[in-house]
């Protein structure tokens, strides 16, 4: 590492506002472009971005064991990009989106041999689900039947139907956040800005 990046980096741990700001005008740039390349959204990516510099502000005091800082910017904005698709794709409505988006005949063979994994990882935890948890699920999701019609089918109340549904969503996100690689939560909320997209 050359001598003058050497110092700067040294600044930047101290907690220089100067070496901090340099940094910012340098590799701004080129951590917006590679968020970008993971949300396909700009305004997502603005927003990550900024949070990847405020992080690396606030563990600036790491930076003095830092050879190649390009390197180490990268990580970072992998890592804060992958979680923040992570978190985007497990919440509740976005599992239920997903389900439903795969039970659409439209999906090209293209699009259903690439998200086939996916979907294993869907079903696997529907499987997990408890019995009449699963049972008033499937009915619901898979069969479209109404929250009255479960009721009356498997003579349980309105109330009942809806409370299962939502305990099933639940466990089915806890399932995916702890079996589910992060490279298939990336697809998976690419495919959901594109049914986002779908139905704007």
Not at 22 to 46: D, G, N
Request: net charge negative; no cysteine.
């Amino acid at each position: 590492m050359a001598q003058k990046e050497k110092d700067f980096i040294e600044h930047l741990a101290k907690g220089a506002n100067q070496a901090f700001q340099m940094l910012f005008e340098k590799y701004w740039s080129h951590v917006f472009s590679t968020v970008k390349k993971l949300v396909k959204s700009p305004e997502l990516a603005e927003d990550i971005a900024q949070e990847i510099f405020v992080k690396v502000w606030h563990r600036r005091e790491e930076l003095s064991t830092i050879s190649n800082i390009e390197a180490y910017l990268y990580t970072v904005s992998k890592n804060t990009t992958l979680d923040a698709l992570r978190k985007k794709v497990l919440i509740t409505e976005n599992i239920d989106q997903l389900i439903h988006y795969f039970k659409d005949q439209a999906l090209t063979p293209q699009q259903r041999l690439e998200y086939q994994e996916l979907q294993q990882n869907i079903q696997q935890a529907i499987d997990t689900l408890p019995e009449k948890v699963k049972e008033v699920f499937v009915l619901s999701r898979f069969e479209g039947l109404s929250h009255e019609e479960i009721s009356e089918k498997l003579n349980i109340s309105i109330t009942s139907s809806k409370t299962y549904i939502v305990r099933a969503l639940k466990l089915i996100r806890a399932y995916m956040a702890t079996n589910t690689d992060l490279p298939l939560l990336v697809m998976a909320a690419l495919l959901l800005e594109e049914i986002i997209s779908h139905t704007k």
